[in-house]
Each structure stands twice: as C-alpha cells, then as structure tokens.
C-alpha cells in the first residue's frame, strides 16, 4: 500500500491495473510501453476498471522517463528479452529504484545463443525468441548494473520457441 511501481511492458495493462489495485489511492504505477495501440488499450481498461493512479507511457526501456529512486518496486512480464541493450535497461531499473527497492521480473532466456541470421527476423521477433540472451550473460548482465544478488523465483525446464530452446524464468533483485 501506497508504494510507487513501475510495469515494463506494460501491454493491455492487467498488470499495472492489478498493481494499482494493491497499492491503493496512496501509490501510484507508472505502465511503459512502446506500443501506441497498446497505450490506447491499457487506458480504455484503466478506465473500465476505475483505477486512476496509473500513468501509462510511451517509452523505450533503454530511457526510461522516470525521476531517479522513486521507485519501490520494478515488474516486467517477458519483455525485456525485446530490448537491445538488456545492459541500459537493467541500468535503468537501477537508476529508478529507491534504496531497498527491488525489481520481480519474469521472461525467458535462451539455452544457447541465438544465432545471428535470427536476431533482427520479424516472426522470431514477434514470437518473443529473437532477443533472448543465456542465463549466464543475462545475470552478468543484471550484476553490471549494479544489482548484487539476485534470486531466482522459479525456472522452467527447456522448451522449443522457434529455432532454439529457451527456458522462463522469475527472478528478483534488491537495489541495496
């Protein structure tokens, strides 16, 4: 309650609409996403719902419009697998993150790296394989941030998405 979130990937915007539900009229969540039509459905449903305490924005990952550590808690639901630089992203949520903030992100990682021919293909980009990473760089990744520890939640075993096996994944990390 009253806590300040942020939804990366925010789409339809169940999550943000749940989210703002939890932290009552007190807090408040901000939903990114880059998608207009997107944008356009989470407010229609923002309405519907009568939650007002969200404010949905268009926005790359990589640049988030947000203040420095004014967030409590970070969610994403598979979609920072979409993003370029994974490294600018996770630097962001760093950047965002109040001090005992933390960050509960699921989405998936690749078993093995993905290889070239499909990084910029359109169907395994909108099949949400294209820009998966390892588990090993994915964590890497997350620790240059700036973020110590980080826990995983829960983990799937390999599955086949497109051309490689990938495996899902929750996992939290605390800004300390």
């Excluded at 229609?44 to 004014?70: G, H, Q, W, Y």
């Excluded at 699921?106 to 998966?132: H, L």
Aim: aromatic fraction near 10%; glycine fraction near 8%; proline fraction near 3%.
């Amino acid at each position: 309650s009253g806590d300040t979130c942020l939804d990366l990937g925010s789409g339809k915007g169940s999550d943000a609409i749940d989210l703002a539900k939890k932290v009552g009229p007190d807090g408040i969540v901000y939903g990114i996403d880059f998608s207009d039509g997107m944008l356009k459905v989470a407010r229609k449903a923002m309405k519907k719902e009568k939650v007002s305490n969200i404010s949905f924005i268009k926005s790359i990952f990589e640049t988030l419009p947000i203040e420095d550590e004014c967030i409590s808690v970070v969610t994403s639901n598979c979609a920072i697998n979409h993003a370029r630089d994974k490294l600018k992203v996770f630097k962001e949520i760093f950047r965002v993150l109040k001090r005992g903030g933390y960050f509960v992100i699921s989405d998936i990682y690749a078993q093995s790296e993905v290889p070239e021919i499909y990084k910029n293909n359109p169907q395994a980009v909108a099949e949400c394989w294209a820009g998966a990473i390892t588990k090993g760089t994915y964590i890497k990744t997350i620790q240059k941030s700036g973020f110590k520890k980080i826990d995983i939640i829960r983990e799937s075993p390999p599955y086949r998405k497109g051309a490689i096996n990938v495996s899902s994944w929750t996992f939290k990390g605390i800004k300390e």
